[in-house]
C-alpha cells in the first residue's frame, strides 16, 4: 500500500494533477479542500462550520479536520493506497495522520512538494477565481493570508518529513504534462 502526501500552496496545480496521479497510480484521491467543499454544498454542520474559516482563508481546526479525514480513509477499506491533496497542512495533522496510519500497520510512504513563487501563484488564483465561484479565490488579501497560513503552519512540515527521509519536490512551473511527468518520475520510485 502507498500512501503518498501531496503538498504545494494554494493554486499550485495539486488537484489537477491529483487527477493524472490517481488513475495512473490507483489510489483514492482525498482532497479535504474539496470534501469541505462539498459539505458547504450540501449545507452539512460541518460545512457550515468550515465555511466561517475558509471565507477568510483561515485554516479549519485540526480536530474537525483530523475526525473528518480519518472518516473519508475508514470509507475507503479497500484502497491500494491514498493520494492526501491539502492534508496534512499543520504538525498535528501530520502525527495525527501517521498514528492513525500506524495503527492499521500502515505509513506515509513519501511526501511531494509542488514548488512556484507566490506571485505567479497569485496571479493564477485570482484567474480561476473567474471561474471557480470560490470565495477565497477572488479576493487578494484572502489569497495571501492562505499563503500566511501556509508559511506558518504548513512550510514546517517540510522539515518533519525531511527528517523521515520522505520529503521530495518538484518544479510545478511549466505546462501540465510537463509537470505531470515531473511527478511520475518521482512516483515511478516509490510504487
Ligand atoms: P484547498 O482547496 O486545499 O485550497 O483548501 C481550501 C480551504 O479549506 C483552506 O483554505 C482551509 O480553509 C480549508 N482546508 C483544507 N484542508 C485543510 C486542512 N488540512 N486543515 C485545515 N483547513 C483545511
Redo the contacts with the bound molecule.
Sequence with gaps: MINIVLFGK?GAG??TQAEFLKEKYNLVHL????I??FNIKNDTELGKL?KT??DK????P?EV?INMLQSEVDKNPDAAGFLF??????IA?AEALDSFLENKGQNITATVALEADDNILVARLLERGKTSGRP?DQDEEKIRN?YE?YNQKTAPLMNYYKNQGKFFAVDGIGTIAEVNERLNMIFDKLV
Excluded at 491533496?85 to 499543520?90: A, C, I, Q, S, V
Design positions: 494554494p495539486k488537484g482532497s479535504t479542500g474539496d469541505f467543499r468550515a474559516f475558509m482563508g483561515d485554516l479549519v485540526d479536520t491533496d491539502g492534508f496534512p497542512r499543520t495533522q477565497d492562505r497560513e
